[in-house]
Nanobody, 122 residues
Framework: VQLQASGGGLVQAGGSLRLSCAAS????????MGWFRQAPGKERQFVAG????????YYSDSVKGRFSISRANTMSTVYPQMSSLKPEDTAVYYC????????????????WGQGTLVTVSS
């Protein structure tokens, strides 16, 4: 399984940005696709997850109501839509694939993509 994250960039506070994670290889419908972020000097933290089928999105409290994750039906791509961005959302964002729906821990995700940097200016 290979994951390719993209879509990061510089955005002003209050703005929006959509990231993408393109997946290739054998991914089972029961798997979960997750997004994590790592701010400078901080640990990598869970942001959002969704079943590979595109159902059942779930979010961390820090982004609930502002971020929305979905999967394109015809493409092996997962999209976190980030809105009302805050400077504290600045981080490198990573997509990951795991076998346990509802997982929020790094150890629950076996496959990782490279990160994409999101910078939110105040």
């Amino acid at each position: 399984v290979q994951l390719q994250a993209s879509g990061g960039g510089l955005v002003q506070a209050g703005g929006s940005l959509r990231l993408s994670c393109a997946a290739s290889g054998r991914i089972f419908s029961s798997w979960v696709m997750g997004w994590f972020r790592q701010a400078p000097g901080k640990e990598r933290q869970f942001v959002a997850g969704i079943r590979w089928t595109g159902n059942g999105p779930y979010y961390s409290d820090s982004v609930k109501g502002r971020f929305s994750i979905s999967r394109a039906n015809t493409m092996s791509t997962v999209y976190p839509q980030m809105s009302s961005l805050k400077p504290e959302d600045t981080a490198v964002y990573y997509c990951a694939a795991g076998r346990t729906y509802g997982a929020t821990l790094l150890v629950d995700y076996k496959y990782w993509g490279q990160g994409t940097l999101v910078t939110v200016s105040s």
